[in-house]
């Protein structure tokens, strides 16, 4: 009967050792923090593309929507004034050059007639005079002609890095001031989300943090935090949580590491910040 009763006893400690150990591990687990939900918008930057001269728009490569390369050419300018203007400096260069090379033999003359005491030095010093006056206006123009050929190649409009055509504001033959809009493009990278924290949690991010972004279109994207804004503002419209729209939060922007054509601008999304590993 002994016998029973401690196997019966043993058992039942075993039991209770067993208890004891899983509610620890379910008390640590609830205890983990998880992942952080906030929600946000996607931001894509946009890039607003003119000429720097001004001029009458002879070509136009892209439509809007097109995908463009980094270097690709896009907009064209009418060349032919900007070529006569080059022409023409090139010509003033040619002069300019003559000029100094006329002035620079009657200064190296008297230069030696100095020397010898046949003239005296202010007539040299004339002769230096006339040639550096020559020398200076063929600095200024070469200066002209560099600046000719500058804005001979600003007549043409290059992507400035990889994107899509937002907008295409003008069209062939249209006349344009330096700088205005041609075209509106939508940078490939880089691609973030716009979100907000409240304060209470705000002590849950951290700059680098991971992050996974989803779109209501079923798309998951890894990113980490790239900013933290150091001031607070109220919630903006944009926010989803409504309990929070009264309420000072801080402004994150999640950077996403593999963007692709999935992520379009404004478009809402779910981020779920992971917490740091032990």
Excluded at 69 to 87: I, R, S
Excluded at 109 to 127: F, K, P, V
């Amino acid at each position: 009967m002994k016998k029973v009763f401690g196997i019966l006893f043993l058992l039942a400690a075993l039991g209770a050792a067993a208890y004891f150990f899983y509610e620890k591990e379910r008390r640590s687990l609830e205890q983990a923090p998880g992942p952080v939900l906030i929600y946000g918008n996607v931001d894509i930057r946009d890039v607003s593309l003119g000429f720097r001269v001004p001029g009458r728009i002879a070509e136009l490569a892209c439509e809007e929507g097109d995908r463009v390369q980094k270097g690709a050419l896009l907009a064209v300018l009418d060349k032919q004034p900007f070529e006569d203007e080059v022409a023409l400096y090139k010509a003033q260069l040619e002069t300019a050059e003559v000029a100094r090379r006329k002035a620079e033999k009657p200064f190296l003359r008297r230069d030696r007639l100095t020397r010898i005491g046949a003239i005296s030095a202010e007539e040299r010093d004339d002769a230096e005079a006339a040639r550096d006056e020559a020398l200076a206006q063929l600095k200024t123009a070469q200066a002209r002609l560099r600046q000719g050929l500058t804005r001979l190649a600003d007549t043409e409009l290059y992507a400035p890095s990889d994107g899509t055509i937002l907008t295409r504001v003008r069209e062939p033959g249209a006349v344009v001031a330096a700088g205005d809009v041609i075209y509106s493009l939508a940078l490939d990278n880089p691609v973030w989300i716009r979100a907000y924290i409240d304060e209470p949690r705000l002590g849950l991010v951290h700059p680098g943090q991971k992050a996974l972004v989803s779109t209501d279109s079923g798309g998951v994207y890894e990113g980490q935090v790239g900013f933290i804004s150091p001031q607070a503002e109220f919630t903006p419209k944009t926010v989803e949580t409504s309990q929070l729209r009264t309420d000072l939060v801080y402004r994150l922007r999640i950077i996403v590491n593999t963007p692709d054509k999935g992520l379009r601008q404004g478009m809402p999304t779910t981020i779920r910040l992971m917490p740091a590993q032990p």
